[in-house]
């Protein structure tokens, strides 16, 4: 087979995959995820340099000396972790219906 002729069935089988109900639903499903995960990463992450550069809300002490400028750093990590975690476990989700999509079109 040549190239031209594999890159076009390549190409329609690319097309009738992207435009199949299966895969919209997949990209709708991830969009529900990832897009209010990641504006809610944002808004955390950020919310520490705007809160300490023009507000003085994080430097009361929460315990002995320790300020909430340093509790709300920690809790980034944990964020982080937490976010990775969740989005993992969602990922194997989104494998199992990328398999059924192939599955349905003879894709290995």
Same mark, same amino acid.
């Given at each position: 087979?040549?190239?031209?002729?594999?890159?076009k069935?390549?190409?329609?089988?690319?097309? &009738?995959i %992207?435009?199949? #109900?299966? $895969?919209q639903?997949l990209?709708?499903?991830?969009?529900? /995820?990832?897009?209010?995960?990641? +504006?809610f990463?944002?808004?955390?992450?950020?919310?520490?340099?705007?809160?300490?550069?023009? &507000?003085? %809300?994080?430097? #009361?002490? $929460?315990?002995g000396?320790?300020?909430?400028?340093?509790? /709300?750093a920690?809790?980034?990590? +944990?964020?982080?972790?937490?976010?990775?975690?969740?989005?993992s476990?969602?990922?194997?989700?989104?494998?199992?219906?990328?398999?059924?999509?192939?599955?349905?079109?003879g894709?290995n």
């Open positions: 087979m040549e190239a031209k002729e594999i890159n069935s390549f190409e329609n089988d690319y097309s &009738s %992207v435009q199949s #109900s299966s $895969f639903a990209l709708s499903e991830k969009k529900k /995820f990832i897009i209010p995960f990641t +504006i990463f944002f808004c955390f992450y950020f919310a520490l340099p705007i809160l300490t550069s023009y &507000s003085t %809300v994080l430097n #009361s002490k $929460f315990i000396d320790i300020t909430w400028a340093w509790v /709300f920690f809790l980034q990590f +944990i964020m982080t972790w937490g976010l990775c975690m969740l989005y476990k969602k990922a194997t989700k989104f494998d199992e219906i990328t398999k059924q999509i192939k599955s349905e079109r894709i």
